[in-house]
């Protein structure tokens, strides 16, 4: 079974510029997830979708960050405009369903760096 | 607000050295805890969990047990490998909630 796809895995940009994320979730999830892990920090959740629904955005920066979700498979993370404190990895993570006990199965990451 | 607070890091071990990393909570209720396991260049894996008191999660020689009246659940491994170098976070979701709250990572290093 193919895991979580993310792409880039790496990314520099200057500050001010946009930058965008892409994530495939593991085939028949409903649920995947956005999280910002800064170094040194565990990994914080910023959004999660069920299939092309936000269920929560609460601590998503809405005045910079952007995420959707067409068709309720693929995902796209956006920034713009870019800060400094963003530089961090962005996970993204996909489980069958929310409620009750489901895994989260994560992808490899995109180490964002802005410079 | 719930959160998880785990040993600092590094810790750099010999190999079959016994191995442990303390994690304590603070949540209301019973949340469920995990510890997860983060290798060199790949995603977050889930090691174990433990979904109510007194449960122990066990996988790949790692234990956790789940300890209510010292809000702990630290993970131990009687003999490391090499192999068991990598990044581990413990973690725990609320009661009745979907998401999960990390701690910081604890960095491993084992020693040939």
Known sequence: ?115 | GDSVTQMEGPVTLSEEAFLTINCTYTATGYPSLFWYVQYPGEGLQLLLKATKADDKGSNKGFEATYRKETTSFHLEKGSVQVSDSAVYFCALRATNDYKLSFGAGTTVTVRA
């Open chain 1, 1 to 115: 079974e193919a895991g979580v796809a993310q792409s880039p895995r790496y990314k520099i940009i200057e500050k001010r510029q946009s930058v965008a994320f892409w994530c495939n979730p593991i085939s028949g999830h409903a649920t995947l997830y956005w999280y910002q892990q800064i170094l040194g920090q565990g990994p914080k959740l910023l959004i999660q979708f069920q299939n092309n629904g936000v269920v929560d955005d609460s601590q998503l920066p809405k005045d910079r960050f952007s995420a959707e979700r067409l068709k309720g498979v693929d995902s796209t993370l956006k920034i713009q405009p870019a800060k400094l404190e963003d530089s961090a990895v962005y996970l993204c993570a996909s489980s069958l369903v929310a409620k009750g006990y489901n895994e989260q199965f994560f992808g490899p990451g995109t180490r964002l760096t802005v410079l």
